[in-house]
Structure formats: C-alpha cells, structure tokens
C-alpha cells in the first residue's frame, strides 16, 4: 500500500497537475501493459465465477460488482505496493505520480457515476481530497474502465483522462502492443479475442 506520499495544502479550487497522452504513455511505459494484463486476469476470473450463479438468483448489479472486485484483486496482485483505499471506500492506484480509478463506462465513454461533490470535483480535475486527510496530492486523475456493448458483452477497456467534464484522452490496449510488455499467459490471451469480437462486431452492424 502507498505510504510517504508528499502532500501540499488543500485549495478547493486548485487543479490537479495537467496530464497529456504522449507524457502518460511515457511515464507509464512499463505499468500501462502490466494494467491491461490485471485486466484480462479479472476478466478470466469473473467469467469463471459469474456462471456459478444462474441469472435468476443474481441481484441488481452482480455483475458490474463481481467483476469490480475481480479487478481489485488482480490489481492488489500486480500492483501490490501501489493500491489504496480512499474516502468511501473508493480504491485507488498510484503510480508514478498519476491516481488511477476503476469504473464501468456509459455509452458516451464516461464513467457511469451518481453525481456527488467529490465526483464532480474529480471529473473536473480539482483539488478535492480522495483520501482521509486535510490537505490533497497534485497527481491527475484517470480512470481505467469498459463498457457493455448492444449484446451485453464487456468491451473496449482503456484508460481515460477527463477535465472539465470532457474526455481529453484515452488510451487503449491496441495502442500499448508496441511496449514491451509482460510475458501473457495463454489463459489471459484468450480472453483477450473475446472482448475485441464484441467491438469489432459493433463496428460491422453500424
């Protein structure tokens, strides 16, 4: 878990440290394939799970809930000095100066939310604290995510950037395949395909 972290006084209306995609790709060159990897782990652990429950028995959000908690648990796995939990219970990675929050994305590529202070504050890249403290770190805030295509199934996991409500950037798994990455098990490969014959059969019906 992160600790040591330096901290500066708390503004409300100061913004976060401005991030640009070519930097983060930069500064993440080495945690960004080892994210998307965490991702396919929990992706290949809740669908192994998920069947255990018929769709009958399975409460309001089951889904989206076991495959977050397969994400954190792949995240605490690869990231084990990285994570933390903030305020409400919200979980966090911090790498190398960046703060990464995992959410579900609407249709519009935004993370799906119930408006709040604290979420408007983090979508618009101000200061307000994530944590227990009086006082904020500057790091930008993104979110890693996917979304549900037409039929249901989980698609197009990226990493996001928004500011003033808008999203500025992403980055995708395709565009970190030149990286060198970590070595892939066969397991987290084929879960790989699955999740890009979901986007491509979207771009076909279109």
Not at 8 to 18: A, C, D, G, V
Request: proline letters at 5%; hydrophobic letters at 40%.
């Amino acid at each position: 878990m992160v600790t040591n972290v330096k901290k500066i006084s708390y503004n409300p209306n100061q913004k976060r440290r401005l991030a640009s995609f070519e930097g983060c790709k930069l500064d993440l060159k080495e945690e960004l394939p080892l994210l998307f990897k965490a991702f396919y782990e929990a992706f290949t652990a809740y669908e192994r799970e998920v069947v255990q429950t018929p769709p009958v028995a399975r409460a309001r959000g089951f889904e989206a809930s076991l495959l977050n908690s397969k994400m954190i648990q792949s995240i605490q796995s690869n990231f084990p000095i990285n994570w933390k939990f903030g305020k409400y219970k919200r979980f966090t990675l911090r790498i190398k100066g960046y703060i990464v929050l995992f959410k579900k994305f609407d249709n519009k590529g935004l993370p799906m939310n119930i408006k709040t202070k604290s979420v408007t504050a983090i979508s618009q890249q101000l200061s307000l604290p994530l944590f227990d403290e009086a006082s904020f770190v500057a790091e930008p805030i993104l979110f890693f995510g996917y979304r549900k295509d037409k039929m249901g199934n989980i698609a197009d996991p990226k990493l996001v950037y928004i500011d003033e409500d808008k999203i500025k950037w992403t980055i995708t798994h395709d565009e970190i395949l030149t990286i060198k990455t970590t070595s892939i098990s066969k397991e987290e490969k084929d879960a790989m395909p699955k999740l890009k014959e979901s986007i491509n059969k979207k771009a076909v019906n279109k």
